[in-house]
């Protein structure tokens, strides 16, 4: 994708005036955050690596300013995905025998992708109404809502085989936040009952996969907060109230500028080889399994407060395309695209932001189809009006 974007940059190269950098400033603040601390403490070149996604994210956007999409095929590819990622579960499950299923991913990544994508396309499959016609009275063919619906179950049969107790929290928190944003979008009589039952249904049969999980999560967050270090450390749940921990000691010493990736290593470090917290805490990758004790770990509280401003202009720009997005498969895109963003929030702060290449360059293509229908919405919002390429209307990308 990168290479393709610099090929159509080379093509029609970039004018300096015609972009919004203040879009694109707020767009990288996560990956200004890592610079800003590498330039004040010490660099780590290979901490770099995936926030650096960021970077290629805008390249490619600003190449897609030639490009019309046919948002149609986006979604197609979209429940396309989610029937393979289906088959590769049910072979894991049915055939492997396993407890949790991981596909390409870890299980938690498996899980935290798949169930707002079902989200999105399950609202979208039963908020946009009913016409025989189809798309021609601006309302998705009920053929294609029932290909969004069935997709839909596919990634939350995903999301519960995967045993993601993050994933249950993002499916809670995000069918009720989007559809009380997009409360004006009429929905179709037959698709709600419809909708709301399987997504029941498959709720209820989760108890069979999540309720040990759930019960192991209380007795590890019991152990931590009663002191028994045997029964907590190196535990998923145990990890996590050591890292929250160990944050808040850091941030409270440190709340200026932070102490930087390489010094909180070696301290992370020293209290592992003294027995003092998990051996998994150094070597993650992500640092403290939670985005804002990382920002702080890393920039101190002003780290914190970038990272607020770009989760605030993220949510902003959710917001602005489900309010101004006006045809079916632009708004379907937007409510999946939005759920992944609640998502995305909800997964880092119970893991963190960087800490899956697989996953951030996921987010990074599903960010830059957002910013790319937010132009679409506002024209001129990431481009000038003298930036639109000859022939193209305000409203540049076929929605």
């Known amino acids: 994708m990168v290479l393709a974007a610099a090929f159509m940059l080379l093509r029609r190269p970039i004018v300096l005036r015609e972009v919004r950098w203040e879009i694109v400033l707020l767009f990288l603040l996560p990956l200004l955050i890592y610079l800003f601390s590498m330039s004040l403490h010490e660099w780590n070149h290979r901490q770099m690596g995936r926030p650096l996604h960021m970077a290629y994210a805008v390249l490619i956007l600003l190449a897609l300013r030639q490009v019309d999409l046919d948002l149609k095929y986006v979604l197609h590819g979209v429940s396309a995905a989610l029937a393979i990622g289906l088959c590769v579960a049910m072979h894991e499950r049915f055939t492997l025998d396993a407890a949790r299923v991981f596909g390409p991913l870890s299980g938690a990544d498996f899980g935290n992708y798949a169930a707002p994508l079902a989200v999105g396309l399950v609202l979208g499959a039963i908020r946009q109404g009913t016409s025989p016609v189809g798309a021609i009275n601006g309302e998705l063919p009920n053929i294609v ?164 401003l770009f989760w605030l202009f993220m949510f902003r720009v959710c917001y602005a395309c489900l309010k101004r997005t006006s045809t079916p498969y632009a708004h379907t895109l937007t409510l999946i695209l939005a759920a992944v963003s609640i998502g995305y929030f909800v997964s880092s702060t119970t893991g963190s932001m960087f800490s899956s290449t697989k996953g951030t360059v996921f987010i990074c293509v599903c960010w830059t189809l957002l910013l790319y229908l937010y132009a679409n919405s506002y024209p001129g919002a990431l481009y000038r009006a003298s930036a639109r390429a000859p022939g193209r209307s305000a409203s540049f990308g076929r929605m």
């Open 145 to 308: 809502r029932l290909q969004y619906f069935l997709a839909a179950i596919s990634g939350l049969m995903m999301a519960i085989w995967s045993g993601s107790r993050s994933s249950l929290l993002i499916i809670v928190l995000s069918i009720p936040l989007l559809a009380l944003v997009d409360r004006r979008r009429k929905s179709s009589p037959l698709f709600v009952p419809v909708g709301l039952g399987a997504v029941g249904l498959l709720g209820f049969s989760a108890w069979n996969v999540f309720h040990e999980r759930i019960l192991s999560m209380y007795r590890e967050t019991m152990a931590f907060f009663l002191g028994e270090a045997a029964a907590y450390q190196s535990t998923s749940t145990g990890i996590r109230w050591e890292s929250i921990r160990i944050g808040v000691d850091l941030c409270s010493e440190h709340p200026a500028l932070g102490m930087g990736i390489n010094a909180f290593k070696r301290y992370a470090r020293a209290l592992a080889e003294a027995g003092t917290i998990s051996d998994e805490i150094p070597s993650f990758f992500g640092m403290l399994h939670n985005q804002f004790l990382d920002a702080c770990v890393l920039l101190g509280l002003p780290g914190v407060l970038l990272l607020l």
